[in-house]
Structures are given as C-alpha cells and as structure tokens.
C-alpha cells in the first residue's frame, strides 16, 4: 500500500462515502455517458455534444464555455486513460485528501484543473481536439505527497518495489519534461504532456503554499461530511486541554470520536495532538471487542 490511513471512516456514523469515492464514480458515470453517446465506439469518444460543451479548448472559451477549465477532467479519450486515473486517484489522493484535510484537497483539485487547462492551452491555441483526462489532477496529487515526503517509503501499487518519493517526483518530472519537449512540441499531442506538467506545477505550488503556514479558506459545501441530523445542529465544543473520556460512557465517546473525525476531515490527520490519537486507538480497540 502507498499509505496508512487507520480512521477516515467513521464508525459511529454509518456509510459514509470520501471526496474521494464520489469523484471515481463521477470519473466512471461520465465515460459511460460517454460510450453511450459515441455509440460504443472509442475513436468517437473526443466528439460530440459532451467533448463540445465539457472538454476544454480555445474555442470553449471563445463560445464563453467558462466551466471548461473545470469540467475536463470528467472526460477520458480512451479506456486506458480512464484506468490509470481510477487507480492513481485511488490510492495516491487518498493519501493526499488523509495528509492534508478535506478543505485543501478541494482547493488543491480545482487548482490542478485550473494549472494543467491554462498551461495546456498555451501550446494547443486553436487546436480541434478539446483537452479531456483528470491525469492532470493525479500528477498534482503525486507531486504534493512526494514534496511533503520526500524521504518516506512507497511501494508502487502492486509490485515489489520500494522507493523513496522524491526520486518517483524526479523521475516523474523528467518524464514529463522529455515527452513535452521532444514529442508535443514537435507536433505529436497524442498524451497531454504539457497538462501533466501543469498540474505538476499547482502541486508545487500547494506545497510551497502550505508549508509557509498558509491555510486555504473554507468552502461553503461540504462533501465529505456528514449530513446535517436535523434544520440546526448544535455545533461540537471542542473540549479542554484536561478533559478526560470516559470510555464507559457510549455517548460520550461517541461525541468526542465524532469531534476528533470532524478535525481529520479539515485538517487533515497531522492536525491531531498525541491525546488525540490516543483516544482514537483505544475507541478502536472497543469497538472490535464488540
């Protein structure tokens, strides 16, 4: 596994699906979509009503399509495109969304759509094939793990290999940087080398952001958390620096498990003190003796 993430689901809530889980089934909904109005073809994907309206290019913009620099990541050319994306989101955003809280990795995604859309059509003015793939935002999700873990050790999806993540950044970017130069600058945009590069750089950009103590500002909605139980919920106090849990009391632990959630989900888990991920290891442990 890439990662270690023991309590990003809640217990004592029921089924409750990530940022993360909804953006896959998005990625999947829209490419059936897809297949469907290309009537099953694949060389049909990039044409037709969706490509015109979500897929991103000059000519978007110039028909005042304002979402395009958006909505593209929803689209894939092909089923390859779609498959590395799924699997790459799934386990490297996870970890992402885990490190940095549910509001950063929502400004980190619109980030990466935005960095990858411009940078892309800096160097495809007036080309006819739009710009469609979320690889764009897998290559930002990459790039901010490995500059915030340089030295950590990641094993590579299923194969027995063990590297550190600044060399997976190195060798990335020098991937990337090889196929923009020497095949999309001379004429051969088949991969998008210069959209990965673009999220490449909103990554870097994330991480020089928040390791100078910044903090991006909260967003209105809440997709990862849970749904309101009634017109006003009273808001979780966070309790005292000296409160001690009772770990008898059902309620109490439930509400102080819940608090402690809550502030993964914005914060990510580094926020948490030591007393903190105390309590979650021993709720942890009560609940399988259950």
């Known amino acids: 596994m890439l990662y270690d993430r023991p309590y990003m689901k809640k217990p004592f809530r029921g089924f409750n699906r990530s940022p993360i889980d909804k953006f896959l089934a998005s990625l999947l909904f ?54 590395i994306s799924l699997l ?23 980030a990466s759509a935005l960095s990858g859309s411009t940078f892309w059509l800096i160097f495809h003015m007036g080309h006819p094939q739009p710009l469609m793939g979320s690889t764009c935002l897998l290559m930002s999700f990459i790039t901010l793990f490995c500059l915030r873990h340089p030295n950590r050790p990641i094993s590579l999806f299923l194969l027995p290999i063990t590297l550190k993540p600044r060399i997976v950044f190195l060798s990335l970017l020098g991937l990337e940087l090889f ?38 500002p909260s967003v209105v909605f809440r997709g990862s958390g849970v749904k309101s139980e009634g017109p006003s919920r009273t808001p979780v106090v966070k309790p005292p620096s000296g409160y001690a849990v009772d770990f008898s009391d059902q309620r109490a632990l439930q509400e102080e498990v819940d608090r402690i959630l809550d502030k993964i989900n914005d914060n990510g888990f580094g926020s948490l003190s030591q007393k903190e991920k105390n309590i979650l290891d021993k709720a942890k442990c009560l609940l399988h003796r259950r």
């Open 30 to 83: 829209c490419f059936v979509i897809q297949l469907v109005v290309s009537l099953g073809s694949i060389q049909e994907l990039q044409k037709g009503l969706l490509p015109s309206t979500l897929g991103f290019s000059s000519q978007a913009l110039s028909d005042f399509l304002i979402w395009t620099p958006f909505t593209f990541i929803f689209l894939h050319d092909g089923p390859l495109n779609l498959i």
């Open 88 to 110: 790459g989101i799934h386990f490297i955003g996870r970890a992402v969304e885990h490190d940095i809280g549910y509001r950063n990795f929502i400004w980190v995604c619109f």
């Open 179 to 216: 196929g923009f130069v020497f095949y999309e600058l001379r004429g051969n945009p088949s991969v998008s080398y210069s959209a990965h590069l673009g999220g490449m750089m909103a990554g870097a950009f994330v991480f020089w952001f928040m390791h100078n103590g910044r903090e991006f």
